[in-house]
């Protein structure tokens, strides 16, 4: 069965689709002369063997859905797991346009040119940053601008700018504005003081302020010719301000709620390794194919999972904690754990045109094996969701489930308590059974030793 992919429909170059499951691109004639160019330049070559272009093989004509239209039916390598620009840390969206320059800037030297600069042309694959957009790529002209230079502002600078420079949290605007932020909006929001750094000057709020002023005018053709041409090296010095302009963007150190989490609980040594040891056997007697961690702080436990090359992936409401695992993944060249924030009492929901564009997280799963260790209190109590509710989420992401249940006793539900009533009559071990028994059938139940929490192994009815 074939099926196009609902998000793939801006190109006329050509399409993704699936084939019994497989996934596929369609290259359309449209697109010909691009495609032989870049396979035959030796770009592709040179991006695909440094690992910064996702690779791909040709395969049988016959595949393609369109056949009229077609000029060459290729199957991607599969990227495991599809994360969004507004689930990363500060550091993978500072990664993911740095690459996408050098890819800009590496094209050029091959006589061809990026066509587009889309925060959703990266994935992060096997642990790095990698450009999955094979179509993006068009013959480099002499004295034109680089046409993807307003997306590339949107899509990436303007957000590192802004969590940068005013709030980490605005990265969710790319949530609203899922074809970049505008500039002049960055512009207004950004401090005054940007407007003394160069390139934040130049490539924002100068740029926002040339938008507004032809915003309602046609400049023709000839008019661009009587400017003066752009030669390739000054297309290449464009770029490299570009990168200089990411590279100095920092946030300062993130502190905030949870980060420090693990060094503040209820555990000591020897019960933390308890925990890690009880995970360690209930992930090995499922061996999932994946993980997803819910709740995973800096990711110490997802690494039970990544550890053993299970591709894991580890969500967490907190910035902070997401960049100190992504920052541990880079470090260490760690191929199986992907990072990213999420908010689950929010989750990423399907956005875009027909909401088809951008899949929820549910719509991306399900996982293997869900892991959910020290959250079930942060749902429950926090954010007053039931207990028989949290049981039916589970169910809908995964088979089989770990899930650790904190009583009242303990530290972190105390602190929990400190703000408010406490109306849960049914936050109990024996409640916390009830509710999840209808949807679930514990395969184990074993206290970590030296607490007073419970590590659950269930699998879905």
């Known amino acids: 069965m074939t099926d196009r992919l609902s998000g793939s429909f801006r190109d006329p170059s050509g399409f993704m689709f699936t084939s019994d499951g497989i996934f596929y691109r369609q290259v359309n004639h449209h697109y010909q002369k691009e495609y032989d160019l870049l396979m035959n330049s030796g770009l592709y070559e040179q991006l695909t063997r440094s690992g910064t272009l996702i690779s791909h093989t040709e395969v049988n004509l016959g595949l393609a859905p369109q056949p009229d239209l077609a000029y060459k039916v290729i199957r991607p390598e599969p990227v495991g797991f599809i994360s969004y620009p507004y689930e990363w840390c500060f550091n993978q969206l500072k990664d993911a346009a740095i690459l996408t320059l ?21 994935q992060f694959h096997r642990g790095r940053p990698v450009f999955i957009d094979t179509l993006s790529f068009e013959e480099y002209v002499e004295g034109q601008p680089w046409v993807a230079y307003k997306q590339f502002c949107q899509h990436f600078l303007a957000p590192l700018a802004l969590m940068a420079k005013t709030d980490i949290r605005l990265l969710q605007l790319l949530k609203v504005y899922i074809d970049g932020i505008p500039l002049d909006l960055a512009s207004e929001l950004l401090p005054a003081s940007t407007k003394m750094n160069f390139g934040l000057s130049t490539h924002i709020h100068l740029h926002a302020r040339s938008q507004k002023k032809y915003a309602d005018k046609e ?48 555990y000591t040594e020897n ?5 890690r040891k009880l995970v360690g056997q209930f992930v090995k007697q499922v061996f999932p194919e994946t993980v997803w961690d819910l709740g995973a ?97 589970f169910a809908e992401l995964s088979e089989h489930l770990i899930i650790e ?57």
């Open 102 to 122: 050098a890819i800009g800037r590496r094209a050029l030297e091959f006589g061809m040119s990026l066509k587009d600069a889309s925060a959703y042309n990266i």
């Open 219 to 266: 400049i023709s053709h000839q008019e661009v010719e009587s400017k003066g041409k752009l030669t390739k090296a000054s297309t290449l010095a464009f770029f490299d301000s570009l990168i200089s302009t990411v590279r100095a963007l920092e946030v300062p150190t993130i502190e905030t709620e949870w980060a420090d989490y693990y060094q503040d609980n209820n």
């Open 271 to 275: 019960s933390f390794e308890a925990k």
């Open 297 to 393: 702080n800096t990711g110490e436990f997802s690494r039970v999972a990544s550890e053993l090359e299970i591709p894991t992936v580890a969500f967490d409401i907190d910035p902070g904690a997401v960049q100190q695992n992504y920052d541990q993944v880079r470090k260490n060249k760690e191929k199986f754990m992907l990072p990213l924030v999420m908010d689950l009492t929010n989750p990423s929901p399907n956005l875009g045109w027909r909401n088809a564009e951008r899949d929820s997280m549910t719509a991306r799963g399900p996982a293997d094996l869900v892991m959910a260790l020290a959250l079930i209190h942060h749902l429950a109590i926090s954010n007053n969701v039931p207990l028989r509710s949290l049981a039916e989420f």
């Open 405 to 461: 249940f904190v009583p009242k006793e303990d530290s972190q539900v105390r602190r929990l308590l400190t703000s408010r009533l406490d109306i849960f009559p049914d936050y109990t071990l024996e409640g916390f059974k009830q509710a999840f028994e209808p949807t679930f059938s514990v395969l184990e139940e074993k206290p970590v030793q030296g607490s007073t929490r419970t590590l659950f192994l269930m699998k879905r009815k």
